[in-house]
Structures are given as structure tokens and as C-alpha cells.
T-cell receptor, first 116, second 111 residues
Framework: DTGVSQDPRHKITKRGQNVTFRCDPI?????LYWYRQTLGQGPEFLTY????????KSRLLSDRFSAERPKGSFSTLEIQRTEQGDSAMYLC??????????????FGSGTQLSVL | AQSVSQHNHHVILSEAASLELGCNYS??????LFWYVQYPGQHLQLLLK??????LVKGIKGFEAEFIKSKFSFNLRKPSVQWSDTAEYFC?????????FGAGTILRVKS
């Protein structure tokens, strides 16, 4: 179990630039989740995949956000035309589909985005 | 929509003091409940979970939580905290295919 890996750990960008984050889940996990966490708040759900299918998106996920999981393994989260309000920690988590995937949900260390 | 409330955002305790962190959720149906912990510089880790059965759930590192359905609560407790318990603690409820988290409680234990 190598854990959930996220890259990069930190990203500083200027307002208006596009950024892309990568998440590598635990290898046998077919569910992958993206969350966003801002200072003083708990993680907020953005979207999740089962294999390569994106099954749910939060209303928090504006049109500037897009997530993919093309081969059902790693996932990318892209933010276009970043805004200062996008500054947050972006967390990825993975689990195995089953009776309750939440039983064993593993989080990565996150990507801290700062938009200047 | 489901929501989770954590009563205190910051808690400061001395070592060996007892800990209780409050958590209330809004959903009235069958719930699966969780406490996660995030130590400084580390990722979120599962502390304990409740799915069914005994409402008193024991987790890692001496933590326990009690599910009280009538009060929509799932409070976290530890009889005697250690300096190493300094962390942020999140209560969460499973809702649909995701977890809904509270805002977190930052615990600082003074040695």
C-alpha cells in the first residue's frame, strides 16, 4: 500500500493562469474523489469517479473546473482562469467500491494552491 | 442537504486532561459517522467510524465516540490526552456517495 499520491504538493500561480493537479490512487481502488479545503473549513466534496466514469459533481465545481480519469487509474483536476477564491488545499481520496466505500477511504496529502 | 456541526473550533488542554469534542449532524435517517484526524503536516486519517451496532465506538490511540441518535450527535472522547494528540479533528457523515465534513476542531495539547 503506497498510499494516495498527489502532485504537486504546492502550486503558486497568478490569477488567470490555468493549473492542473494529478492524483494517483491506491492501485486496486476504483473510486476516486476530489475535495477542496479552505482555511477554517472541513473538506468539501467536488466530484468522484468510479473507474473512468465521473458519476457526481458538486455545484461547487464551476465551469472553470474539469476533472478526468481517462484510464480509470490516475486523475487530473484542471482549473482554468484561476481566481483568488480558488486558493485552497485540493485533496484526493480513493476507495474500493463495495457495500460502503466510505468504510476505507484513504486521503492524499493534498495540493496547496495559492493564486496571487 | 446534510450538514455537520462541530461545536468548538479551537480547544487547548493540558496533558492528561479529558477531551470531548462535539459533533451534530442534520440527517434524520440511517447514518454512517466518522471521525478523522489530521496531524500537522500529514494527511487525513480515519480515527474511528460508526455504521451500526454498539453506539459506543472505539478507535485508534485510545479515542472513542458515542452515537446518540435522539440527539443527532457523535461526540469524540479521550480520557487523558497526550501532547501527540495535537491535531485537527473532523467529524463526517456519509451522505450519498460522499462524506460531508464538519469545519474541524483544532486541538492543542500543552505539555
Amino acid at each position: 500500500d503506497t498510499g494516495v499520491s498527489q502532485d504537486p504538493r504546492h502550486k503558486i500561480t497568478k490569477r488567470g493562469q490555468n493549473v492542473t493537479f494529478r492524483c494517483d490512487p491506491i492501485s486496486e481502488h476504483n473510486r476516486l474523489y476530489w475535495y477542496r479545503q479552505t482555511l477554517g473549513q472541513g473538506p468539501e466534496f467536488l466530484t468522484y469517479f468510479q473507474n473512468e466514469a465521473q458519476l457526481e459533481k458538486s455545484r461547487l465545481l464551476s465551469d472553470r473546473f474539469s476533472a478526468e480519469r481517462p484510464k480509470g487509474s490516475f486523475s487530473t483536476l484542471e482549473i482554468q482562469r484561476t481566481e483568488q477564491g480558488d486558493s485552497a488545499m485540493y485533496l484526493c481520496a480513493s476507495s474500493q467500491q463495495g457495500l460502503s466505500p466510505m468504510r476505507k477511504l484513504f486521503f492524499g496529502s493534498g495540493t496547496q494552491l495559492s493564486v496571487l | 442537504a446534510q450538514s455537520v456541526s462541530q461545536h468548538n473550533h479551537h480547544v487547548i488542554l493540558s496533558e492528561a486532561a479529558s477531551l470531548e469534542l462535539g459533533c451534530n449532524y442534520s440527517y434524520g435517517g440511517t447514518v454512517n459517522l466518522f471521525w478523522y484526524v489530521q496531524y500537522p503536516g500529514q494527511h487525513l486519517q480515519l480515527l474511528l467510524k460508526y455504521f451500526s451496532g454498539d453506539p459506543l465506538v472505539k478507535g485508534i490511540k485510545g479515542f472513542e465516540a458515542e452515537f446518540i441518535k435522539s440527539k443527532f450527535s457523535f461526540n469524540l472522547r479521550k480520557p487523558s490526552v497526550q501532547w501527540s494528540d495535537t491535531a485537527e479533528y473532523f467529524c463526517a457523515v456519509e451522505y450519498g456517495n460522499k462524506l460531508v465534513f464538519g469545519a474541524g476542531t483544532i486541538l492543542r495539547v500543552k505539555s
